[in-house]
Each structure stands twice: as structure tokens, then as C-alpha cells.
T-cell receptor, first 119, second 114 residues
Framework: GAVVSQHPSWVICKSGTSVKIECRSL??????MFWYRQFPKQSLMLMAT?????????EQGVEKDKFLINHASLTLSTLTVTSAHPEDSSFYIC???????????????FGDGTRLSIL | GQSLEQPSEVTAVEGAIVQINCTYQ??????LSWYQQHDGGAPTFLSY????GLEETGRFSSFLSRSDSYGYLLLQELQMKDSASYFC???????????????FGTGTRLTVIP
């Protein structure tokens, strides 16, 4: 159980293109989803917290107009990288929280990630 | 600011035991999680410590001392497939949303050699 699907897994596109990444919770509802970015050989950095039906909360230094997040339903959140440039090339990972439960040992379940390469 | 420190690289022999340490300085600490990540893959949950002490899950064990802001992951009977990056992550409860945030450490790259 608690499967998170992330699509696409790999994107290569030209500079200036906008890219949409989908994150779906397949067998549970997720009030909260998280978006991370990971550069090679570095840690996962939280970009934003996405809450269903409300605006996303962005971490300091993350441009909200650059990285548009929509969480329109309890099973789907999308991240759109607008006008992507080579410096946006990275590994983007989403996670979803089945229940905001302080007692759960595993509060977040991760998607398989999207490798974005901007030429 | 917040920080989680781990050794950047560790090399160990197949069949041996290795310990990966994690020291943290964060706000709103609720527990310490450990994740494994193979190259190009997603993080995989390994273990969680909400209380002080040792948690054992098969070949993997994790320890937490909240008074020392310190934890470690212990891997026993190392196998070649254990070569991966290992991240500690502080779990923080967000009262604003009721969600659980994860703040990841710098990561330790483990190489298991024959």
C-alpha cells in the first residue's frame, strides 16, 4: 500500500520550455504532498509543501512564479517548471502523506522522481 | 539555522558492520528517520526513531539520543547491494497544516567492496 506515482520519469527539452510533472497517490488520499529537488551527489532539498485546495507553501529561495504547484485533488499534485533553463536541470521528487499522523513511522511516501534535463 | 551532518563517504567490506552517524541542530524535532537511495532512484524508508534508544529492523538498526542531538544507522552483514547513499532526516510536525515535514541530512555514500 501507500504507492506514489510520479510522471514523467525523464524529460529532456529545450531551454524556455515549460515542463509539468505529476505526482499521484494511487491507493490513498493525500492532503499534503511535498516537492523536493536534488542535484547530483547532494541532499534532497524541500522546495514546497502542497496542500489540497490551498496555495502551496514555498521554502525560502524557491521562486513561486518559476515553480508552479497545483494540488487540485486529494490524489494529484503537479509541479510546473516554467520557462526552464539549464540551471533547472535536476532530479525532482515528490512525496505524499497518507495521514497527518504523528504516530506513523513513515509519514511520507516518495515517488520515483523525474530527471529533468534542459538543453 | 538548521543542519544535519553526516560523513560524506564510507567504505566497508562485504560481510562487515558499518555505522553511519548523524548529528543535528534543528527546530521542532519530532524524530529521526533514515532513508536509502540508489543512484537515480527514489529514497526508500529504512527506519525511524521517535524515542531514545535502538530500533532494529533485520540487518539495519538505528539509534537516537535526543539529549545529544545524535543518531546513527548500523548496517550489519553488509552486502554489495547495500552500496548506496544513506540520508538521515529530521521529522518535524507542522502545526500549521498538521503535516509531517522531513529535513534531510547531507547524505553518506556507502561503498561496499568484496
Amino acid at each position: 500500500g501507500a504507492v506514489v506515482s510520479q510522471h514523467p520519469s525523464w524529460v529532456i527539452c529545450k531551454s524556455g520550455t515549460s515542463v509539468k510533472i505529476e505526482c499521484r497517490s494511487l491507493d490513498f488520499q493525500a492532503t499534503t504532498m511535498f516537492w523536493y529537488r536534488q542535484f547530483p551527489k547532494q541532499s534532497l532539498m524541500l522546495m514546497a509543501t502542497s496542500n489540497e485546495g490551498s496555495k502551496a507553501t514555498y521554502e525560502q529561495g524557491v521562486e513561486k512564479d518559476k515553480f508552479l504547484i497545483n494540488h487540485a485533488s486529494l490524489t494529484l499534485s503537479t509541479l510546473t517548471v516554467t520557462s526552464a533553463h539549464p540551471e533547472d536541470s535536476s532530479f525532482y521528487i515528490c512525496s505524499a502523506e497518507p495521514n497527518p499522523d504523528r504516530e506513523s513511522n513513515q509519514p511520507q511516501h516518495f515517488g520515483d522522481g523525474t530527471r529533468l534535463s534542459i538543453l | 539555522g538548521q543542519s544535519l551532518e553526516q560523513p560524506s563517504e564510507v567504505t566497508a567490506v562485504e560481510g562487515a558492520i558499518v555505522q553511519i552517524n548523524c548529528t543535528y541542530q534543528t527546530s521542532g524535532f519530532y524524530g529521526l528517520s533514515w532513508y536509502q537511495q540508489h543512484d537515480g532512484g527514489a529514497p526508500t524508508f529504512l527506519s525511524y526513531n521517535g524515542l531514545d534508544g535502538l530500533e532494529e529492523t533485520g540487518r539495519f538498526s538505528s539509534f537516537l539520543s535526543r539529549s545529544d542531538s545524535y543518531g546513527y544507522l548500523l548496517l550489519q552483514e553488509l552486502q554489495m547491494k547495500d552500496s548506496a547513499s544513506y540520508f538521515c532526516a529530521v521529522r518535524q510536525f507542522l502545526f500549521q497544516t498538521g503535516a509531517n515535514n522531513l529535513f534531510f541530512g547531507t547524505g553518506t555514500r556507502l561503498t561496499v567492496i568484496p
